[in-house]
């Protein structure tokens, strides 16, 4: 089992940037860690992911040119890096892990995830 826990989330104004980071524990992490959102009244969105050795990297429509997903193996670290923030960012973030070799965009693909953490970002 893989423990996933936020950390980062608060309350910013629009253009602020702001750093997410997602400590793992437990058995190997996930060869593919990601970050989702969502917010009040709407599907979880895939945010961002990536594999352990950052081969591959996928980001969604909303993240590209403003968020960066990192990862330090050796710590067991997931980080998102969110810049030019908007109001429409609003919303709760997870982390999650999956156990398959590739990076996938649906929120089903994931095994694993943690409990979120809030951003709010004000106009």
């Known amino acids: 089992q893989v423990q996933l826990v936020e950390s980062g989330g608060g309350l910013v104004q629009a253009e602020d940037s702001l750093r997410l980071s997602c400590a793992a524990s437990g058995r190997t992490v996930s060869d593919v860690m990601g970050w989702f959102r969502q917010a009040p009244g709407k599907e979880r969105e895939f945010v961002a992911a990536m594999t352990r050795s950052g081969g591959e990297t996928l980001y969604g429509d909303s993240a590209k040119g403003r968020f960066t997903i990192s990862r330090d193996n050796a710590k067991n670290m997931v980080y998102l890096q969110m810049n030019s923030l908007k109001p429409e960012d609003t919303a709760v973030y997870y982390c999650?892990?999956?156990?398959?070799?590739?990076?996938?965009?649906?929120?089903?693909?994931?095994?694993?995830w943690g409990q979120g953490t809030q951003v709010t970002v004000s106009s």
């Open positions: 999650a892990g999956s156990d398959t070799l590739v990076v996938l965009t649906t929120a089903r693909a994931y095994d694993y």
